[in-house]
């Protein structure tokens, strides 16, 4: 299963993209702000990561779960959409208890 | 360089832009609120405690155990826990700071209120400035 890790990761974003289009809060929002926060993210987290890389402290180990496909040496496709998952993540968690704290607790 | 200067590294930087943000947000009128923040974080390192154990056990992720403090919670280093704690504490200020400034005033004025005392209200004293 060399996509069970992307595959994982897509499925869990696609999650979130529902919750998001529920609920509103962030690509359904607005738009713009999303995909720029979200790509600050990715941009951050990557640039980390290559440092990393550099300096010799992120290697990929062999693995059944991953596609194997490299962007970079040491740096698999994978990681850029973890990395936009997380964020993803990261600021539906915020906009959701935002909105939870502004209604004094419904959702 | 080690895995804990990168991710003391990657964490100042995520502290600094909060600040920074949290200052021009403040001045906009519509301060960066700390509990969601707070919320986010808690639920983040969480995941990433039972996610990366998860990913290291079958062998998704590996990392040079040499480089790292050698602090872990189960097989995942502490370290790891930089990318979500940067997460939090960085794209919560993007997102205020890529607000237009326009419509920034205008929804300060009728939304920000409830949400801003809460967060004032459990995170304490200084909460304000915190943010």
Known sequence: MRVAY?????????????????????????????????????????????????????????????????????????????????????????????????????? | MTYPTLALGLVALAVAVRVLAGAVARRRGRPIPVVPTLVAAVVLLALTAAFDNVMLAVGVDDYARAHASGLAIGRAPIEDFSYPLATALLLPGVWELSRRRQHAEHEATHDAGPAEEHAAGHAGPGARRAG
């Open chain 1, 6 to 107: 992307l595959g994982a990761l897509l499925l869990s974003g696609g999650g979130l993209a529902l919750a998001d289009r529920r609920w509103r809060l962030l690509f359904w929002e607005d738009a713009r702000r999303a995909a720029l926060v979200v790509g600050t993210g990715v941009a951050v987290l990557l640039a980390a990561d290559l440092v990393g890389i550099a300096h010799g402290l992120f290697f990929r180990a062999p693995t059944r779960v991953m596609t194997g496909l490299l962007l970079a040496p040491e740096l698999p496709v994978e990681e850029p959409v973890f990395l936009a998952f997380l964020s993803y993540l990261t600021m539906l968690l915020v906009r959701g208890s935002e909105r939870v704290l502004a209604r004094g607790g419904t959702p």
